[in-house]
């Protein structure tokens, strides 16, 4: 059994084993033997003091003034709580002005932050969902080390050893304590292990413990810096893809272990570690250009209620990028200095607030990269996502199709779904994640479910449910039952078109687990498969080839909206913001189309309404969580059916769908149409491999073969590799 699939308490029993036994490593000889040791150390504190009297001056006035607003609510002694951060700053100031009141609040802050741990772990409440508070707390405690009296100094490290401890073994565990590790954000209690083991390794206090820890801790940060290289891929990204997270508190981790790992041993890991350097990349694949804030496309667990890019720590992320890979990485350096300027708001997060003061080699970093070299559509491989637009402006057309990926942290049952925006959520995911304790069977049932989604569903009576976090599922809406399994068959990108062909059967397969009361039930699903053709600057081509085991079982393509879609000809139409969808079924030829929404059915899945219960959203915020969708349905039973699908997007002035011809020849199916001021005709082949043929006629023709293979691409500016290749990627200077 390898040690990723180990109960933490009996990994941690072993480390202490080795460690009673003086077995430590031979690394752990690498480490300061005087204090502090964490973010900086006595030899770079100099710098630190210099970088906070002089670039970041501005920053360090801020902190000073939170001091001293505490130093005047200190005239009283604090009550239990938790402040933690608080006593840093504090510690941080003293250490900056050698004024005694610092030092004293510092050591006031300590006590009311663990006397407000004891009270929790005695009402068997959470601290908090994240460690940094209790990080904080331990950072007081090194940055105080020499100012501390003896027995001070060895209370304060007991108690937080206990506090963290007994958290760590609670039978049954404490509710709503985060007792994550490598493969998720790594921002719960556990985080706390490195921090402690660090600083009170060789001082004698809680010394089993302490050996313990920091061997655990190093293993645990080397294991999550080879998860995450392996998430990122050549491409970029992070251990999730949804935005909250992986542009929110996940880089914490890995960027805190390089700066303490840096000022504890003097070695710097970071350029062993270039994978966190491209989340610039996937920032810009995410970023929708609205005023006055970027938009995303809403994938995973996003709360749907704005629809905003993520952006308070960005800031900071970008900065952290430029200094810790600067020298290794200068286009992702480049890149995340342009990111930093195209950010409505530039200033930096507070929670990790010493960052600023570490910076020394911010200045050296590479000038802002501007990505006008991009491709149409670049390929996240690892995060299993394709985005494509027609260029990176406010009156542009923005796609994400998912297919394929490797991570299931807060990803919904989705595979082959697609998102558009342009000058509005035109097709959108739909439901929300928005307050989740009260609405936990929302978010399992209805919001993480297929039917979210602008997916295909297919009905298979008895199926069982697909669990998800949040709560019971009590049905399934003709759902996949797989997160991961799907795959990207086919991908290419060029001026004129992006194609991308996906396989999701593995996703609709019930997988090997058994199902209670439903021994030998067979799979519903033969075949399920994709294609796409964006044809720049505004319109889709969609095909579906989907099969079931059996012809009973009924199939629904699904797309929804943020309004009431109006229905007329078979074609749809949709408006939202200043934007406007048209969307056409051209097969099956015998499909029904359906309108399901509006009040009482806003969230239809399994026979019932998963309302969300939000009365402070306004009307706007519920219609980006999508209260309607068309379901478009064969009709007639059979198991293979074809969905051929044309949308077309733009502002409202569009008033009208311009002509759709349908073409079907023996084992192909397809459109004629105009659109990019070419007319094309685009075929899919009905059985077989996935495939296809294009033909283009205007300024430039062709009549090729739709690509029967993934287009590689790595590096940021990922055209020059194409029209270095003869490709027809953008030629430089090209704005897309």
């Known amino acids: 059994m390898s040690l990723r699939h180990v109960p933490v308490l009996v990994v941690l029993a072993l480390c202490l084993r080795a460690a009673q036994g003086g077995e430590l490593p031979a690394w752990t000889g690498k480490l300061r033997t005087d204090h502090p040791r964490l973010f900086f150390n006595r030899d770079t504190w100099p710098e630190v003091r210099q970088r906070a009297l002089g670039a970041e001056r501005a920053w360090y006035e801020e902190v000073k003034r939170r001091v001293e607003r505490l130093k005047r609510e200190a005239r009283t002694p604090f009550a239990a709580r938790d402040l933690g951060r608080e006593a840093a700053c504090s510690a941080f100031v003293y250490r900056m002005t050698e004024d005694s009141a610092c030092l004293e609040l510092a050591q006031?802050?300590?006590?009311?932050?663990?006397?407000?741990?004891?009270?929790?772990?005695?009402?068997?409440?959470?601290?908090?969902?994240?460690?940094?508070?209790?990080?904080?707390?331990?950072?007081?405690?090194?940055?105080?080390?020499?100012?501390?009296?003896?027995?001070?100094?060895?209370?304060?490290?007991?108690?937080?050893?206990e506090a963290i401890d007994r958290v760590l073994k609670a039978k049954p565990a404490i509710y709503r304590e985060n007792l994550s590790g490598y493969s998720t954000g790594f921002y719960g209690v556990r985080n706390c292990l490195w921090f402690v083991g660090c600083t009170g390794f060789g001082t004698g206090i809680e010394e089993e413990r302490i050996r313990q820890w920091l061997v655990w801790g190093h293993d645990e940060n080397l294991k999550l810096l080879a998860h995450r290289r392996t998430a990122c891929g050549d491409d970029g990204g992070g251990a999730s893809p949804t935005l909250g997270y992986v542009f929110g508190a996940y880089p914490w981790a890995e960027q805190n272990f390089f700066y303490t790992w840096l000022s504890s041993t003097g070695e710097d890991l970071a350029p062993h570690w270039p994978h966190g350097a491209s989340l610039a990349n996937y920032v810009i694949w995410n970023w929708i250009a609205a005023e006055p804030q970027p938009h995303e496309f809403g994938y995973g667990d996003t709360p749907h209620v704005e629809n905003c890019l993520p952006i308070g720590e960005l800031f900071t992320h970008m900065a952290n990028i430029r200094h810790l890979h600067g020298q290794i990485?200068?286009?992702?350096?480049?890149?995340?200095?342009?990111?930093?300027?195209?950010?409505?708001?530039?200033?930096?997060?507070?929670?990790?607030?010493?960052?600023?003061?570490?910076?020394?080699?911010?200045?050296?970093?590479?000038?802002?990269?501007?990505?006008?070299?991009?491709?149409?559509?670049?390929?996240?491989?690892?995060?299993?996502?394709?985005?494509?637009?027609?260029?990176?402006?406010?009156?542009?057309t923005y796609c994400l199709f998912t297919c394929g990926g490797i991570l299931r942290q807060h990803r919904h049952f989705d595979a082959l779904n697609f998102v558009i925006y342009r000058n509005g959520f035109l097709a959108l995911d739909s439901g929300t994640r928005y307050d989740e304790f009260t609405n936990g069977a929302h978010l399992a049932n209805y919001f993480a479910q297929t039917v979210a989604h602008n997916c295909v569903v297919v009905h298979q009576p008895g199926e069982p449910p697909a669990a998800y976090w949040g709560g019971q599922v009590v049905g399934n809406h003709g759902g996949q039952h797989q997160a991961l399994g799907s795959e990207l068959k086919a991908f290419e990108t060029n001026d004129a078109l992006v194609y991308v062909a996906g396989d999701a059967t593995a996703c609709y397969q019930h997988g090997d687990k058994p199902h209670a009361g439903r021994p030998g039930l067979p799979e519903k699903c033969s075949l399920a498969t994709r294609q796409m053709v964006f044809l720049l600057p505004d319109c889709f081509v969609i095909f579906d080839r989907v099969t079931t085991t059996d012809p009973t079982y009924r199939k629904d393509w699904l797309i929804h909206t943020a309004h009431e879609p109006r229905v007329a000809d078979r074609t749809i139409q949709a408006d939202h913001g200043r934007g406007r969808m048209f969307c056409r079924t051209c097969l099956p030829a015998d499909a029904a189309l359906s309108v399901v929404g509006g009040p009482g059915k806003e969230f239809w899945a399994a026979g019932r309404n998963w309302e969300i219960q939000a009365p402070r959203l306004t009307a706007e915020q519920r219609a980006l969580m999508g209260q309607w969708r068309v379901e478009v349905t064969p009709g007639q039973p059979r198991s293979a059916d074809l969905f051929l699908h044309v949308i077309e997007v733009g502002d409202q002035t569009r008033r009208q769908m311009r002509p759709v011809e349908v073409m079907q020849q023996e084992g192909l199916a397809g459109v004629r149409l105009a659109a990019g001021g070419?007319?094309?005709?685009?075929?899919?082949?009905?059985?077989?491999?996935?495939?296809?043929?294009?033909?283009?006629?205007?300024?430039?023709?062709?009549?090729?073969?739709?690509?029967?293979?993934?287009?590689?691409?790595?590096?940021?500016?990922?055209?020059?590799?194409?029209?270095?290749?003869?490709?027809?990627?953008?030629?430089?200077?090209?704005?897309?």
């Not at 495939?691 to 090729?704: N, P, Y």
């Not at 590799?721 to 704005?735: M, S, T």
């Open 678 to 736: 070419e007319d094309w005709e685009i075929m899919f082949r009905t059985q077989g491999d996935l495939g296809g043929h294009v033909r283009r006629r205007g300024r430039v023709s062709w009549d090729r073969e739709l690509a029967a293979a993934v287009q590689p691409q790595s590096g940021i500016e990922a055209a020059r590799e194409e029209a270095a290749r003869g490709g027809l990627g953008h030629g430089p200077g090209k704005d897309r």
């Open 108 to 161: 006031q802050c300590l006590d009311a932050s663990l006397r407000y741990y004891d009270e929790c772990f005695a009402q068997r409440k959470t601290v908090n969902w994240y460690s940094t508070s209790r990080v904080h707390a331990i950072l007081a405690w090194d940055w105080l080390y020499e100012d501390l009296a003896a027995d001070r100094r060895g209370e304060y490290l007991s108690r937080l050893v």
């Open 329 to 396: 990485d200068p286009q992702a350096a480049g890149l995340a200095r342009y990111v930093q300027e195209l950010l409505p708001r530039q200033s930096y997060s507070s929670t990790w607030f010493m960052y600023p003061f570490l910076w020394s080699r911010l200045d050296q970093s590479p000038p802002p990269l501007s990505p006008r070299t991009l491709p149409s559509a670049r390929h996240f491989e690892t995060m299993g996502q394709v985005f494509m637009r027609s260029g990176i402006g406010a009156e542009d």
